[in-house]
């Protein structure tokens, strides 16, 4: 089975500029989950989408939003970016409808820089 | 959420050197697992052991969910092992939490 794949894979963008980030689960996986990594607050979560549904909201403001497809593969978006937002994004994929009780499977990372 | 505290931060080791790396976590849980990051970025699974023990080649893991800790051991070190590693876990939400890694540099 193919992996976790997230596109671009490096992304520079200035402050202001709206971003979309793309993410394609391992194939029959249904949930997909988006994470923050920067070297001051480490890996946070934003969101998970199970079919379509987004299910859960981590603590970003609203400039930070996802959508899921039929297909399973998600976007995330984030408007009027700010030097702040500068990350690593990661993309993961599980099979089961309960996320917490699955394994995770990780992509590649959008690492991106807002100048 | 569910606090989850890795040590050490940081560590140095000589090639073929033993390692533990421990994690504790807050909360009871039923899912954890352990993830190596490498310099690209990547993280990359290494176990799924909400309890238990389990090994792989020069890898294992021990959790003791009733106490609330897990530990990573890594025998016969190498400079490949080098990187960041995660200890993360989930409870009955849909939300996984992350500890924040142990830094593995492995010296020829």
């Known amino acids: 089975k193919a992996g976790v794949t997230q596109t671009p894979r490096y992304l520079i963008k200035t402050r202001g500029q709206q971003v979309t980030l793309s993410c394609s689960p391992i194939?029959?996986?249904?949930?997909v989950s988006w994470y923050q990594q920067t070297p001051g607050q480490g890996l946070q979560f934003l969101f998970e989408?199970?079919?379509?549904?987004?299910?859960n909201k981590g603590n970003f403001p609203g400039r930070f939003s996802g959508r899921q497809f039929s297909n399973s593969r998600s976007e995330m978006n984030v408007s009027t970016l700010e030097l702040g937002d500068s990350a690593l994004y990661l993309c993961?994929?599980?099979?089961?409808?309960?996320?917490?009780?699955?394994?995770?499977?990780f992509g590649p990372g959008t690492r991106l820089t807002v100048l | 959420g569910i606090q989850v505290e890795q040590s050490p931060p940081d560590l140095i080791l000589q090639e073929g050197a033993n390692s533990t790396l421990r994690c504790n976590f807050s909360?009871?849980?039923?899912?954890l697992q352990w993830f190596h990051q490498n310099p690209w970025g990547q993280l990359i699974n290494l176990f799924y052991?909400?309890?238990g023990t389990k090994q792989n080649g020069r890898l294992s893991a021990t959790t003791v969910a009733t106490e609330r800790y897990s530990l990573l051991y890594i025998s016969s070190s190498q400079t490949t092992d080098s990187g960041v590693y995660f200890c993360?876990?989930?409870?009955?939400?849909?939300?996984?939490?992350f500890g924040t890694g142990t830094s593995l540099t492995v010296i020829p």
């Open positions: 993961a994929s599980s099979s089961r409808l309960t996320l917490s009780t699955d394994t995770q499977y």
């Open positions: 194939s029959g996986h249904r949930s």
């Open positions: 989408y199970f079919s379509e549904t987004q299910r």
């Open positions: 909360d009871s849980v039923n899912n």
């Open positions: 052991i909400p309890s």
């Open positions: 993360a876990v989930g409870n009955t939400g849909n939300q996984f939490y």
